[in-house]
């Protein structure tokens, strides 16, 4: 019985000395991830608030950015890990080298919500694709604005030589020339051409007849996802939750579009939450309409691979 009680109290003794010696849990991940306010952000947001990041083991810390240029200097110099972005950019990105990932959509066109509309002034006799042969539409040039105008009006039956653009970068006047008639017809992404149309602009064409060419993305640098590919799992684990959350309940998220700024005051009680993409990829039949009209426009030279942009094995 003494022996017996002895290897007992060893057995114990050192079970005790290797809890003692374990390591302590692992810390949180903080992945930083830059923010427009677009509503392409809404499940991140979610996400927080929510508790889904904390629940995944990942702490995110959003980094506001003004524009696509702010998003995309702190992008370049290491100050964030992950971003919302677009194909376009991701190839400008690509170029010369991997840098970014594409990890998942944020947001895409559906056959019942637009992403981006071609829009009419008010008083402009512009009511068909047909009727913008020649006339000058409001863009940001180089852009995913410009594709989406492109390859839209194309798919109406325009041929590249119809199409006239004029280059309006800022999207606060681009609304403001076509609600004053000096723009016969721009486009706008959603939500902010929702707040142009109550103000009497017309939609001739968007992409809901489309909706392969309207999309975001959600990207990471490359050294982060190849240093932390765990996090970067958990975070679209925590992300696919939200986006399941948003979809199921549309009428929840008031005070996260106020808060984030994420739709416009006038339309806020008006305006109807689209549907977000369960977890999925751009294709590569989309990577590479968007890298043909890049070549085209002479943004980029050269090939940019879609096994080396869009991976993915971190989705849920």
Not at 10 to 16: A, G, M, N, Q, R
Not at 62 to 91: H, K, Y
Not at 240 to 262: M, P
């Amino acid at each position: 019985m003494n022996r017996s009680l002895r290897w007992c109290l060893l057995v114990l003794l050192v079970t005790s000395l290797a809890a003692g010696c374990s390591p302590a849990p692992a810390a949180s991940a903080t992945i930083r991830v830059g923010v427009l306010p677009i509503l392409d952000a809404l499940p991140m947001y979610v996400a927080e608030a929510e508790g889904y990041f904390s629940d995944a083991g990942v702490t995110v810390e959003f980094v506001p950015a003004a524009s696509a240029a702010e998003r995309d200097q702190l992008m370049q110099s290491g100050q964030i890990d992950g971003m919302i972005n677009d194909l376009i950019s991701t190839l400008l990105y690509n170029q010369a080298g991997r840098q970014i990932v594409v990890v998942r959509l944020a947001r895409t066109a559906t056959p019942d919500f637009p992403q981006y509309r071609i829009l009419a002034a008010k008083e402009s006799p512009v009511s068909t694709p047909q009727d913008l042969a020649g006339v000058p539409i409001g863009i940001s040039e180089g852009t995913v604005i410009a594709y989406v105008t492109d390859r839209l009006l194309e798919a109406e039956g325009l041929t590249s030589d119809q199409i006239a653009t004029v280059a309006v970068p800022s999207i606060a006047d681009r609304m403001a020339l076509l609600s004053s008639g000096e723009l016969e017809a721009a486009t706008l992404p959603d939500p902010l051409s929702s707040l142009a149309l109550q103000g009497g602009a017309r939609v001739v064409v968007d992409d809901t007849a489309h909706p392969e060419y309207g999309n975001s993305l959600v990207s990471f640098r490359a050294a982060f996802v190849d240093s932390s590919p765990e996090a970067v799992r958990s975070f679209l684990a925590a992300l696919e939750r939200a986006v399941e959350t948003v979809n199921a309940d549309k009428t929840r998220w008031s005070n996260v579009l106020t808060e984030r700024g994420l739709v416009p005051a006038p339309i806020l009680g008006s305006y109807e939450i689209p549907d977000f993409p369960t977890a999925s990829i751009p294709t590569e039949a989309q990577f590479a309409d968007v890298l043909a009209w890049a070549q085209a426009k002479q943004l980029i030279s050269g090939d940019v691979a879609y096994s080396q942009s869009v991976d993915a094995s971190y989705l849920p």
